[in-house]
């Protein structure tokens, strides 16, 4: 898998290089707006349940003088389109990466496509009687998809795995023993259920 990553990698020229670092910035973009978000939501909502917390927090204190409403309803209103304003310009950014994603993994799966049919086309007369045309299809065809079937699906585990991530630091700074509580639990569960299968599974893939 590593040297598949490698010689994919090595297909790339130094433009294409800096896109995918592009990229790989914009994933964590994406992760730190996506805790931003969610670490938004729940003070929101529990200032909706009771106003009177935020004369308890100091920085709601400082951005209630920065913003100077009329009343503590006008500034509720306020953090309210601040987060919505915020989901929309997140989402905004989402497409944005997913589009941009999409038509550089596209464009280089039909550039690889094009080259190697461009190969083809000036290959010497004998290349073509040694082989079988069904093939030389087929290789155009796997070119074509090499791109959208490795790097789509990476960069999709990439930005999952991002996220993760930055939601575990989240919650590992906010409350670290529920946390190691609760990955202790579900990798406990996870274990119960993969190891007195793993050789049964093994074997099942083995027959098929």
């Known amino acids: 898998m590593i ?3 490698k010689q994919l990698w090595g297909l790339f020229t130094l433009k294409e290089r800096l896109i995918c670092f592009s990229l790989l ?21 529990a200032l909706l349940a009771r106003p009177e917390l935020m004369e308890q927090n100091t920085n709601l204190k400082m951005l209630k003088n920065l913003i100077n409403p009329s ?7 306020v953090l309210c389109l601040i987060l919505i304003l ?12 997913n589009y941009i994603q999409a038509r550089f993994i596209f464009y280089k799966g039909a550039h690889l496509a094009s080259k190697l049919f461009d190969n083809y086309i000036h290959a010497p007369y004998k290349f073509h009687l040694s082989r079988n045309s069904g093939h030389l299809i087929g290789s155009l065809t796997l070119a074509s998809g ?6 789509v699906p990476m960069m999709t585990l990439l930005t999952e795995l ?14 670290p023993f529920v946390t190691l509580g ?7 569960i996870s ?6 299968f793993r050789n049964r599974n093994r074997n099942l893939g083995n027959s098929i």
């Open 182 to 188: 609760l990955i202790a639990a579900v990798l406990l």
């Open 71 to 77: 009343s503590n309803e006008s500034f509720l209103i």
């Open 191 to 196: 274990a119960s259920v993969y190891f007195p």
């Open 162 to 175: 991002f996220i993760i991530i930055s939601i575990l630091i989240m919650l590992l700074l906010l409350s």
């Open 25 to 45: 910035f914009m994933m964590l973009i994406s992760a730190a707006m996506e805790i931003l978000g969610i670490g938004l939501v729940m003070p929101v909502i």
């Open 146 to 151: 090499l791109c959208s079937g490795i790097l």
């Open 86 to 97: 915020l989901f929309i310009f997140k989402n905004s950014f989402l497409a944005l990466q």
């Open 3 to 5: 040297l598949m990553f």
